[in-house]
T-cell receptor, first 112, second 113 residues
C-alpha cells in the first residue's frame, strides 16, 4: 500500500511558537497534498492544500513547504494559538484514483 | 449551504449484526467518499461513489458495501459485524473527487459489542 508517513505523533508548543509537522510520501503519482484539521467529535476540515508544481503555499498563519525530489512536505503553523490544539492529518491524492491516503495524524497541543 | 450530514451519529451493535449508515452530501456535490477512522489504523478509504456508480474501492472485505442514490445521498452497509469494525465512519463529499476539496461530515461512531 502506498503510504504517507507523518511525524511527530504528538507535539506540544507554547503559545506564539511555531508548530512543524512533517510528512513523507511514496506514491509519485500523487498530485494533490492537503492538510486537514480535526477537533474532537468533528470530522476533518481542510486547512490548506498544495499541488506539486509549487514549493510553498501560505494562507494566513499556515504554510505548506513541498520538496518534490525528497517526496516530503510539511505544515508550519506560525504564532501557534491554544485554539489550534487539534489533530492534524496530511494526505496525498491523485485525481484518477479519486481517493486520499492519509498520514497517521499529529496531536498538537498549544499551551497558553 | 448546509454541510455534510450523517445519520445516525452514534450506534451500538452486537457481533454478527449488520448496520446501515447514511450520508447526505452538500447540495450540488456528486461525489461521496467513505472513510473509516480508528486509533490504530487512522483514516482509511473505503469507497467512492459518483452518479450512483462506485468509481473506486479501498482495501476492505466484501462485508463493507455502499450505494448512492440519484439525489447523491449515499449509504454504506456493513454485514456480519466484527469487534474490529468499531470505528468512526466518515463521509466526505465533493463536486468531483480527490483533487477537489473534500468536505467531511461529523461521522457516525459505531461500537460493536
Amino acid at each position: 500500500q502506498q503510504q504517507v508517513k507523518q511525524s511527530p505523533q504528538s507535539l506540544i508548543v507554547q503559545k506564539g511558537g511555531i508548530s512543524i509537522i512533517n510528512c513523507a510520501y511514496e506514491n509519485t503519482a500523487f498530485d494533490y497534498f492537503p492538510w486537514y484539521q480535526q477537533f474532537p467529535g468533528k470530522g476533518p476540515a481542510l486547512l490548506i492544500a498544495i499541488r506539486p508544481d509549487v514549493s510553498e503555499k501560505k494562507e494566513g498563519r499556515f504554510t505548506i513547504s513541498f520538496n518534490k525530489s525528497a517526496k516530503q512536505f510539511s505544515l508550519h503553523i506560525m504564532d501557534s494559538q491554544p485554539g489550534d490544539s487539534a489533530t492534524y492529518f496530511c494526505a496525498g491524492g491523485r485525481g484518477s484514483a479519486r481517493q486520499l491516503t492519509f498520514g497517521s495524524g499529529t496531536q498538537l497541543t498549544v499551551l497558553p | 449551504k448546509a454541510g455534510v450530514t450523517q445519520t445516525p451519529r452514534y450506534l451500538i451493535k452486537t457481533r454478527g449484526q449488520q448496520v446501515t449508515l447514511s450520508c447526505s452530501p452538500i447540495s450540488g456535490h456528486r461525489s461521496v467518499s467513505w472513510y473509516q477512522q480508528t486509533p490504530g489504523q487512522g483514516l482509511q478509504f473505503l469507497f467512492e461513489y459518483f452518479s450512483e456508480t462506485q468509481r473506486n474501492k479501498g482495501n476492505f472485505p466484501g462485508r463493507f458495501s455502499g450505494r448512492q442514490f440519484s439525489n447523491s445521498r449515499s449509504e454504506m452497509n456493513v454485514s456480519t459485524l466484527e469487534l474490529g469494525d468499531s470505528a468512526l465512519y466518515l463521509c466526505a463529499s465533493s463536486f468531483d473527487g480527490a483533487r477537489e476539496t473534500q468536505y467531511f461530515g461529523p461521522g457516525t461512531r459505531l461500537l460493536v459489542l
